[in-house]
């Protein structure tokens, strides 16, 4: 049985602010009936100020008792002030959650999160945007790259097991916990590196290799093509695009706006990539 912090019942046995603002200036959404937990926020605004939110939740009780101690977080805030509010602030004002129901405090995050983005335009600091273009890591439970990086970066995660707690991808099938593990070993990777540090050629080959079979390649095979990395030569990254991709007169738009990019971004800023 998990062991709950005594605010967490309350809010989950009194919960607060429960229903719908029918002339709600902002709503967010997060999760979904279909990944079994699901959040809509209300807002009611004077000028940029939170006079009133409300909301409805389908889930367990943490996530009750974390929406509910979210709309008395926010009231009386102004919206500047709200967007500064993490899933850490959220756990820490219900006096902790169990680490399996962190992704519930998440939840509230993501919700308040997505009004935000309606009212700036997708555009504020310290949030990441989610936008249907994003890399879904785990589609069990629709969990993109961004989403993990979050949860990374504002929780301190270092292990395959929190970042599932906490966003719960990984937590059914299991399929994307290799490709989570790799998103872990590069963040952490790219956080610890020096500016004089640099990657041997074998360790250069190695990862250019492993991105390109674990990134590049399944992106290029849902349209019928392929990619096979050739040789690296100083920082010129040799491929050969095969399948539909072969002769395709796109094939040099995709070599640099989409492989080369993501290279530069995973491995190296300074590669260039070329066809042959």
Not at 184 to 201: A, D, H, I
Request: glycine share 8%.
């Amino acid at each position: 049985m998990w062991d709950y912090s005594e605010k967490v019942l309350d809010h989950y046995r009194n919960p607060r602010n429960v229903g719908k603002i029918d002339n709600a200036d902002l709503i967010g959404e997060a999760g979904s009936l279909a990944c079994g937990d699901s959040l809509k926020l209300y807002l009611k605004l004077d000028g940029e100020k939170i006079v009133d939110a409300k909301f409805q939740t389908f889930g367990c009780g943490s996530a009750v008792a974390s929406s509910s101690i979210l709309t008395e977080m926010i009231i009386g805030k102004t919206l500047d002030e709200a967007k500064e509010i993490t899933n850490k602030d959220i756990a820490e004002e219900l006096g902790g959650l169990p680490q399996e129901k962190m992704h519930c405090s998440v939840m509230g995050h993501e919700a308040l999160e997505d009004a935000l983005n309606k009212y700036y335009g997708g555009k504020y600091n310290n949030t990441t945007v989610t936008n249907s273009s994003e890399k879904v890591v785990c589609t069990c439970f629709n969990v993109t790259e961004n989403q993990i990086l979050e949860a990374i970066k504002i929780n301190n995660l270092k292990t395959v097991e929190e970042i599932t707690n906490y966003t719960k991808a990984g937590g059914a099938c299991g399929r994307c916990k290799g490709y989570i593990k790799d998103i872990l070993e590069t963040y952490w990777g790219g956080v610890n590196k020096t500016e004089k540090e640099e990657l041997t050629p074998t360790q250069k080959i190695l990862k250019i290799s492993k991105v390109i079979d674990q990134q590049i390649s399944p992106e290029l095979q849902k349209d019928g093509g392929d990619i096979e990395f050739v040789d690296l030569d100083g920082n010129k990254v040799k491929v050969k695009l095969t399948g539909m991709c072969q002769g395709c007169k796109n094939s040099q738009m995709t070599i640099k706006t989409f492989v080369e990019s993501i290279l530069k971004d995973k491995v190296d800023s300074s590669l260039e990539v070329e066809q042959v």
